[in-house]
């Protein structure tokens, strides 16, 4: 057995995601791959793949972690932590690494657009190579200045319809900032490791945002309302998290569009889509147009340092 084999094979009782770099060491011997992209899941190759960012969408193979990669039960190492494992490893690894400057490693901004709260230490060099999302998450991309109307063009949406759909949208984050600034400042302090004891959530977003096109958006206040004075009662007892809440609120109260959670401002979107014109996005999704779409849309992955 040689030390390849033996990594992958210790790396597999530490279910760790290797399924990720056993298909980069099969790829990168096929010419035709001259770009190795690794991203946090499907959606985010679907969307990369379709930009016009010819680093991406050209003879790019992309790879991410797969649910089959996992024991059913164990804990799994996916989204970020996976890309960051991945990276972490192909620049160690003595039989992988000489194919490093074809990889590009992409992951999301979220509210660490420095990769501060990650335990793969992130050295200078690395910034050639790992890059991240102007936004929270790819999702953003779509809410962004130039391309919101972008995507109401592609619609066969007029711009007037298009600022009623802004309208809307702004009343939804002013009344919802609160709750996303301390779920943000939870996330953070939960992906940290710090010291402090974690926060036992009890309602998920799941739980508060009910999205029904029968009628508007639920937003169920009362469970919102309960969630939000937890949290704040939590954050009270930690200046530190106190501090970050303020400007988390205040960013995503400015630019909702770069800093709120992607999902979040994306479901908002389909939602309204669905709602006031009949427009099923999760059926665009799976159709050219939706490639049409992307590919006119300003896309720009930022290095670290950015």
Known sequence: MNRFEETIRANIAYEKPIGMIIRYNAARVDRRNKRFVFVEGKGDKEFYISTANERLNRQAYYLYSYRSDYIDGSEKIVGKASVLYCHEYVKYSSSLKSTMEKCIFIVDRDHDPDLQYTKYPIASEDKNHICRTKGYSFENYF???????????????????????????????????????????????????????????????????????????????????????????????????????KIIRKRIRNKPEIYMRGHDAYDYLKYYLKKEKGILFDDIEKKQLYKTIVLDMDVHIMQLDN
């Open 143 to 245: 809410l962004m200045e130039g391309n919101i109307q972008k995507v109401f063009k592609h619609l066969g949406l007029s711009n007037e319809e298009y600022k009623k759909f802004w309208e809307a949208f702004e009343k939804f984050w002013n009344t919802t900032v609160n709750y996303f600034a301390a779920k943000a400042v939870i996330t953070i302090n939960y992906n940290n490791n710090a010291i402090r004891p974690k926060y036992a959530m009890r309602y998920k977003g799941s739980d508060i945002f009910v999205y029904d096109t029968e009628k508007n958006i639920d937003v169920i206040h009362e469970k919102k309302r309960e969630e939000f004075q937890r949290m704040s009662e939590y954050m009270e007892k930690f200046p530190s998290l106190l501090n970050a809440y």
